[in-house]
């Protein structure tokens, strides 16, 4: 039995989704104060994070931002504000899905099996011994989820790790955005790859020397994204 934890500090709407997560089988707990949150969120026992941003004491940005520097489990973040840049700036955080609300509490129920099922799946592969990628400068050590380039180690996020190591397994493979995002977010597209473009970007600026020149990840224009050997 997975258990969820969700910050979120409209009573009635984590009630909602308490509800729903429940009926499917899952063990929810509910922290309204941000600064609390994060200690639970830190302290560990959860399975995934539902993380509001508006919240009393400590917003979600640094909440995530905090829980990015010791755990991979992966992050939700639901907000009323509608504006790409606070999506971009979670998503940057490492929050592994975006969702604004109004949402129906279905569409969080298929988010968090799809997310919860895909970061099993990921746990699973990288427990196999020995096993590693070394392409040019940059190595992927799959068992200890570190990626280093010229020997200095890349601080990347939970997503930015995925898309690499899903890149670098197929060199020279050409990856539409929306198939990217169905593999790595494990669900239908639905207008949602710009997120691919956001993580790309990012992930460029910590293994690329140049990220305007990109040595590794190539883009190819109309279609995605390519691991050049």
Not at 25 to 38: A, C, M, N, P, S
Not at 50 to 61: R, S, T
Not at 97 to 108: A, C, G, H, I
Not at 122 to 141: K, P, Q, S, V, Y
Request: glycine share 6%; charged share 30%.
């Amino acid at each position: 039995m997975k258990n969820i934890l969700i910050i979120e500090d409209e009573k009635a709407i984590a009630e909602l989704e308490r509800d729903y997560l429940e009926s499917y089988g899952f063990t929810v707990h509910i922290e309204g104060r941000g600064d609390i949150g994060l200690q639970k969120a830190l302290d560990g026992g959860y399975d995934l994070i539902i993380l509001d941003v508006m919240l009393p004491k400590m917003d979600g940005f640094e909440i995530c931002r905090q829980i990015r520097q010791s755990t991979n489990i992966p992050v939700l973040m639901v907000t009323a504000k509608k504006e790409d840049i606070d999506k971009i700036r979670g998503l940057g955080l490492g929050a592994d899905d975006y969702m604004t609300k109004p949402f129906s509490p279905s569409e969080l129920v298929a988010r968090v099996k799809a997310h919860l099922a895909r970061y099993e799946r990921l746990t699973a592969n990288n427990n196999e011994r020995g096993e590693h990628i070394r392409i040019r400068g940059l190595f992927i050590d799959k068992l200890s989820r570190r990626v280093m380039i010229h020997e200095k180690e890349a601080m990347l996020t939970s997503k930015e790790y995925e898309l690499v190591l899903l890149l670098a397994s197929h060199p020279n493979r050409v990856f539409e955005k929306e198939e990217l995002f169905e593999r790595i977010w494990g669900l239908e597209s639905n207008g949602d790859a710009a997120t691919v473009t956001v993580h790309i970007r990012r992930l460029r600026e910590k293994i690329e020397h140049d990220p305007s020149k990109p040595q590794y990840i190539e883009t190819i224009w109309g279609v995605g994204y390519r691991f050049k050997v």
